[in-house]
């Protein structure tokens, strides 16, 4: 076998490789349940990874879950505590109920007055183009919010962010 054979066979698996997770992306944002999610955004430029967005995901807890786990009541102020949650999608927004410590996602219940949204620790990652501008200008007039697919285990996938003021969702551009 030549080394231009040898070659492009590696060439085909590569592409392989990538079309079928490619694909897996794509199913898995036609078939999982979509949800919007207040965000906060840090660490904007990694030059490493190029021009891209971590963002921290607000989820709003529910009661229920596992049997023997308390759930975190909004008028408890926790000074910034960690628990477990299954994430899902309830009437458009992001939820979580509490589940067994190492099962799930990890939160943090760092409760705002009022509020009875906690944060996803781990961060998602929102890549932009390299010649984009940044989002968080646009979100100065209002909140920013994220759409994401909620996959049954690990963190949710965002697809696209939106600017909110009042009750109306305006999807931001991002060329």
């Known amino acids: 076998m030549s080394r231009l054979t040898k070659g492009l066979i590696l060439a085909a698996i590569q592409l392989a490789i990538v079309a079928s997770l490619g694909a897996k992306l794509a199913l898995d944002r036609a078939r999982l349940p979509r949800a919007w999610a207040k965000v906060r955004s840090y660490d904007p430029d990694l030059p490493i990874r190029g021009r891209y967005l971590a963002l921290q995901l607000a989820v709003q807890m529910q009661p229920g879950g596992e049997a023997g786990v308390k759930t975190p009541k909004p008028e408890t102020k926790v000074p910034c505590a960690s628990l477990s949650g299954n994430l899902l999608a309830i009437n458009g927004r992001l939820a979580a109920t509490p589940a067994e410590y190492g099962h799930g996602v990890l939160l943090t219940t760092c409760l705002a007055p009022n509020s009875a949204d906690v ?6 990652l929102y890549f932009l183009p390299e010649h984009a501008d940044n989002p968080m200008q646009a979100a100065r007039s209002g ?4 759409e994401v697919t909620v996959p049954k285990a690990g963190p949710p996938r965002p697809i696209r962010l939106a600017v909110k003021k009042g009750n109306s969702f305006t999807p ?3 060329k």
């Not at 944060?119 to 998602?124: D, E, R």
């Not at 909140?143 to 994220?146: G, T």
């Open 143 to 146: 909140e920013l919010w994220a």
């Open 172 to 174: 931001l551009e991002i």
């Open 119 to 124: 944060w996803l620790m781990q961060p998602v």
